[in-house]
T-cell receptor
Framework: EDQVTQSPEALRLQEGESSSLNCSYT??????LFWYRQDPGKGPEFLFT???AGEEKEKERLKATLTKKESFLHITAPKPEDSATYLC????????????FGKGTKLSVIP | GAVVSQHPSRVICKSGTSVKIECRSL??????MFWYRQFPKQSLMLMAT?????????EQGVEKDKFLINHASLTLSTLTVTSAHPEDSSFYIC????????????????FGPGTRLTVT
């Protein structure tokens, strides 16, 4: 059974204070790891897809990296508008298109 | 690209009535759509997978007769909550899978904005 664990559950940062969110996963054969951002009362917004270990993707202040066991979402010099819950999900290709989601990391960036 | 809409965004209904929620892919054809439920401060709970032209696949514990799913076209899936009760109050979110990126099968899901259902 695919498992995704995100840490920490919550993270408070001062504006400009860089940090990383962790997503550890256990799958039988990774077909894709996905990062989403969710604001309160809204649906998740797609950020990145990573397919293989060593792959990196960037978007503005966010950078996602992938190893064989975990993924990191690095946030450089965050701003208050980066405050949101960040969700990680995996797909193992085990006969369906379902994603397995972690519980998320709630990020708060304080001005 | 890959925009998904949901309607309505909020709905309040009386106990015992039925409510229909629409999910549309606006700029792509989605052979597979998904319906999730999210409780406050919790992650997404997959309810069912909706496949165009065939019956939906429900997750264990989800009542098929209560949560009716129809995926009649490549751009529209609907979720009908029948005989709604206060415990059905929740945030319902749909997503759609973009079938392919070039020649490769794609597993990315794009989410709608969600529907807040309140049953009184």
């Amino acid at each position: 059974e695919d498992q995704v664990t995100q840490s920490p559950e919550a993270l408070r940062l001062q504006e400009g204070e860089s940090s990383s969110l962790n997503c550890s996963y256990t799958v039988s054969g990774l077909r894709g790891l996905f990062w989403y951002r969710q604001d309160p009362g809204k649906g998740p917004e797609f950020l990145f897809t990573l397919y293989s270990a060593g792959e990196e993707k960037e978007k503005e202040r966010l950078k996602a990296t992938l190893t064989k066991k975990e993924s990191f979402l690095h946030i450089t010099a965050p701003k208050p508008e980066d405050s949101a819950t960040y969700l990680c999900a995996v797909h193992s290709g085990a006969g369906s298109y379902q994603l397995t989601f972690g519980k998320g990391t709630k990020l708060s960036v304080i001005p | 690209g890959a925009v998904v809409s949901q309607h309505p965004s909020r709905v309040i209904c009386k106990s015992g009535t039925s409510v229909k929620i629409e999910c549309r892919s606006l700029d792509f054809q989605a052979t597979t759509m998904f319906w999730y439920r999210q409780f406050p401060k919790q992650s997404l709970m997959l309810m069912a997978t909706s496949n165009e032209g065939s019956k939906a696949t429900y997750e264990q514990g989800v009542e098929k007769d209560k949560f009716l799913i129809n995926h009649a076209s490549l751009t529209l899936s609907t979720l009908t909550v029948t005989s709604a009760h206060p415990e059905d109050s929740s945030f319902y979110i749909c997503s759609a899978r973009v079938p392919r990126v070039g020649l490769a099968v794609n597993y990315e899901q794009y989410f709608g904005p969600g529907t807040r259902l309140t049953v009184t």
